[in-house]
């Protein structure tokens, strides 16, 4: 007799476990399991932006989502990790960022070990969330490479600014 009711406290008092997790919404279900960034898509491609009259910029992107889309170790095209990494290099030269890509390869289109630890001391610097995943919040923060015509002197020249998207 005691045996059996030991078995049914037990199975009881797991079977109200399982509906407490169950009414709090605490399963493991895609939404818990897969991070934030994960519903814009990896990076695939890159996208030239008009930034004014005469000027123009290049932006990581995702094929069909714009320019919402995430890259992390290892994940993301390499034209889109490239225009990250020339990037930080050209406007964030001197810095750990640059240095640690420079250190690693420089723009080898690889979101390896230097590319993460470059966009997590990136993060750090303007405030955001330090994770070394490149998201939406990173893409409006950093500062990107563009290139603008020089209508006096003829030529193209190179400047670094943030943007809106």
């Known amino acids: 007799m005691q045996r059996v009711s030991t078995t049914l406290r037990m199975r009881s008092g ?5 509906a407490l997790l169950f009414a709090a919404g605490l399963t493991a279900s895609p939404m818990m399991t897969a991070p934030a960034h994960a519903a814009y898509g990896p990076c695939n491609t890159t996208v030239k932006r008009a930034d004014g009259y005469l000027a123009s ?3 990581p992107a995702r094929t069909d989502n714009g320019t919402s889309c995430y890259m992390q170790y290892h994940t993301g095209s ?4 490239k225009t990250l990494q020339t990037s930080i290099l050209r406007c964030y030269s ?3 960022a640059a240095d640690r890509i420079r250190a690693t390869g420089g723009a080898d289109g690889i979101y390896g070990t230097g590319t993460v630890d470059a966009v ?4 750090s610097m303007l405030g955001l969330s330090a994770d070394g995943v490149y998201g939406p919040a990173t893409r409006n923060a950093i500062k990107w490479l ?3 015509q020089d209508v006096v002197n003829g030529g193209v020249y190179p400047y670094c600014d943030t943007h809106s998207f």
């Open 14 to 18: 797991v079977l109200g476990a399982l």
């Open 57 to 59: 910029y290049t932006v």
């Open 78 to 81: 390499s034209n889109a990790v």
């Open 94 to 96: 001197g810095t750990y």
């Open 120 to 123: 997590r001391w990136l993060q």
């Open 146 to 148: 563009g290139y603008a």
